[in-house]
């Protein structure tokens, strides 16, 4: 069927890839799996010792909200209709400064300042040509690039890793190079992802004035995933410094890498799960010191584990269903458990942000909500730096503002492409 003679159509295209992919998914919000990726060879120390008495939570004997501020809307995205992608903010950095990297699908990527105003360094849209799975042709369509992560180095440099695709169908995807912003523009560098689009694209970014780090947690939907945290040096991404090594039986153990984590002295912190026959058996930190070859695994009574941050002093919280810091015995649960924890920052060895139904705050041993302007958008992530705060949505941007002032708030346009911009075949 393949051949000249016949015109490539996008409906003959997407035919193709129908009769071509063994498996196609459903659009991705989000890479993380929600089935288990590759199984690891090392030994699990014994359980930390059992958590003390809890500390008091957020329940009906505390119905006000945490005395630290307000989370004011700053920016908001709005779509045009008709897009070919599907338009949404998916990570931010927060910035020493006040502001905030917040970067996204559709090529989305902006920064703000502290007063909310936006500076756009989104990525255009360009035509490009993607071959067609069987058929011995290809096709031009408008790609945009996806973000999944961003962290910021200072105010003047900052990171990003995406993948870029055509339109929503998760078969034309393919990964970018590392972005870098120098403190003037955005730059590509020449770090590839190590392995296809579907065996691991670049998720995460974090590290230090010296380190950068990114974390692959795959697709299983193509098999097992290239689960792995990977270093940047000289360049390019170097070879897995954690691996998660696939499995040769169902009852193998199951590597799950949900979150990075670097401390200001270098030490690496990667939150995740182990998995058998197919369910999740125990949350698992795995760490590594400044200079060190070897990882230490420190299992955690949480099977929802999927955060880990680090605060200032180097203090480490970890967050499932429940909130966990490091104590001198191990990771100590300081919150009753609930629904699970969506998004963690430390921001010291007493505090630390979260994201559950909402923005909340542990401070003075307990946790309480903070106060958010009204919104139809459910919180998804929250970051700090200092005393500054944000946090996002899908569509829409919060800073912690201590004062009683109001701010405009910012639309951040997505109008391009549309489906008058794929060419004619």
Same mark, same amino acid.
């Given at each position: 069927?393949?051949?000249?003679?016949?015109?490539?159509?996008?409906? /003959?295209?997407?035919?193709?890839?129908?009769?071509?992919?063994?498996?196609?998914?459903?659009?991705?919000?989000?890479?993380?799996?929600?089935?288990?990726?590759?199984?690891? #060879?090392?030994?699990?120390?014994?359980?930390?010792?059992?958590?003390?008495?809890?500390?008091?939570?957020?329940?009906?004997?505390?119905?006000?909200?945490?005395?630290?501020?307000?989370?004011?809307? /700053?920016?908001?995205?709005?779509?045009?209709?008709?897009?070919?992608?599907?338009?949404?903010?998916?990570?931010?950095?927060?910035?020493?400064?006040? $502001?905030?990297?917040?970067?996204?699908?559709?090529?989305?990527?902006?920064?703000?300042?502290?007063?909310?105003?936006?500076?756009?360094?989104?990525?255009?849209?360009?035509?490009?040509?993607?071959?067609?799975?069987?058929?011995?042709?290809? @096709?031009?369509?408008?790609?945009?690039?996806?973000?999944?992560? @961003? +962290?910021?180095?200072?105010?003047?440099?900052?990171?990003?890793?995406?993948?870029?695709?055509?339109?929503?169908?998760?078969?034309?995807?393919?990964?970018?190079?590392?972005?870098?912003?120098?403190?003037?523009?955005?730059?590509?560098?020449?770090?590839?992802?190590?392995?296809?689009?579907?065996?691991? *694209?670049?998720?995460?970014?974090?590290?230090?004035?010296?380190?950068?780090?990114?974390?692959?947690?795959?697709?299983?939907?193509?098999?097992?995933?290239?689960?792995?945290?990977?270093?940047?040096?000289?360049? #390019?991404?170097?070879?897995?410094?954690?691996?998660?090594?696939?499995?040769?039986?169902?009852?193998?153990?199951?590597?799950?890498?949900? #979150?990075?984590?670097?401390?200001?002295?270098?030490?690496?912190?990667?939150?995740?799960?182990?998995?058998?026959?197919?369910?999740?058996?125990?949350?698992?930190?795995?760490? /590594?010191?400044?200079?060190?070859?070897?990882?230490?695994?420190?299992?955690?009574?949480?099977?929802?584990?999927?955060?880990? #941050?680090?605060?200032?002093?180097?203090?480490?919280?970890?967050?499932?269903?429940?909130?966990?810091?490091?104590?001198?015995?191990?990771?100590?649960?300081?919150?009753?458990?609930?629904?699970?924890?969506?998004?963690?920052?430390?921001?010291?060895?007493?505090?630390?942000?979260?994201?559950?139904? $909402?923005?909340?705050?542990?401070?003075?041993?307990?946790?309480?909500?903070?106060?958010?302007?009204?919104?139809?958008?459910?919180?998804?992530? *929250?970051?700090?730096?200092?005393?500054?705060?944000?946090?996002?949505?899908?569509?829409?941007? +919060?800073?912690?503002?201590?004062?009683?002032?109001?701010?405009?708030?910012?639309? *951040?346009?997505?109008?391009?492409? @549309?489906?008058?911009?794929?060419?004619?075949?």
């Amino acid at each position: 069927m393949a051949g000249a003679a016949r015109a490539v159509t996008p409906a /003959r295209v997407a035919f193709a890839l129908a009769a071509a992919l063994s498996a196609c998914v459903a659009t991705n919000a989000s890479r993380d799996p929600p089935a288990p990726p590759p199984a690891s #060879s090392s030994p699990t120390p014994p359980s930390a010792p059992p958590a003390p008495p809890l500390v008091a939570d957020a329940g009906t004997d505390a119905p006000v909200t945490a005395p630290v501020g307000v989370f004011r809307m /700053r920016a908001k995205l709005v779509a045009a209709p008709g897009l070919t992608c599907l338009a949404g903010f998916q990570d931010l950095a927060a910035l020493p400064s006040g $502001g905030a990297w917040v970067a996204g699908h559709c090529g989305t990527r902006v920064r703000l300042d502290a007063d909310g105003q936006v500076e756009d360094f989104s990525e255009p849209w360009q035509l490009t040509s993607v071959p067609v799975p069987g058929y011995g042709a290809t @096709i031009r369509c408008p790609e945009t690039a996806s973000f999944w992560g @961003i +962290w910021a180095r200072s105010d003047h440099e900052a990171f990003a890793v995406s993948d870029g695709r055509c339109g929503t169908d998760p078969n034309l995807l393919w990964g970018r190079p590392l972005d870098r912003f120098d403190g003037t523009r955005w730059r590509l560098t020449k770090a590839l992802p190590p392995a296809g689009p579907h065996e691991g *694209i670049p998720e995460q970014l974090a590290g230090t004035t010296r380190e950068l780090y990114t974390l692959v947690t795959g697709d299983e939907w193509h098999g097992p995933p290239q689960c792995a945290l990977l270093r940047y040096a000289r360049g #390019s991404w170097g070879k897995p410094e954690l691996t998660c090594p696939p499995p040769r039986t169902p009852r193998d153990r199951v590597m799950v890498l949900k #979150s990075l984590a670097v401390a200001a002295d270098g030490a690496v912190w990667v939150a995740g799960q182990i998995w058998h026959d197919g369910k999740a058996t125990a949350g698992m930190l795995w760490s /590594r010191d400044a200079g060190a070859k070897k990882w230490t695994e420190t299992r955690v009574d949480d099977l929802e584990l999927q955060s880990v #941050s680090v605060g200032a002093g180097g203090s480490v919280w970890a967050a499932g269903t429940g909130l966990w810091r490091r104590e001198a015995a191990g990771f100590v649960r300081v919150a009753p458990a609930g629904e699970p924890i969506a998004s963690l920052w430390a921001e010291s060895s007493t505090r630390a942000w979260l994201v559950r139904s $909402g923005p909340q705050v542990f401070d003075g041993g307990r946790v309480l909500p903070v106060a958010i302007d009204p919104t139809q958008d459910s919180v998804t992530r *929250i970051r700090g730096s200092g005393e500054h705060v944000w946090a996002i949505s899908r569509g829409e941007v +919060w800073r912690l503002e201590r004062g009683s002032a109001r701010g405009d708030v910012s639309r *951040i346009l997505v109008t391009r492409p @549309i489906g008058s911009d794929y060419p004619e075949q």
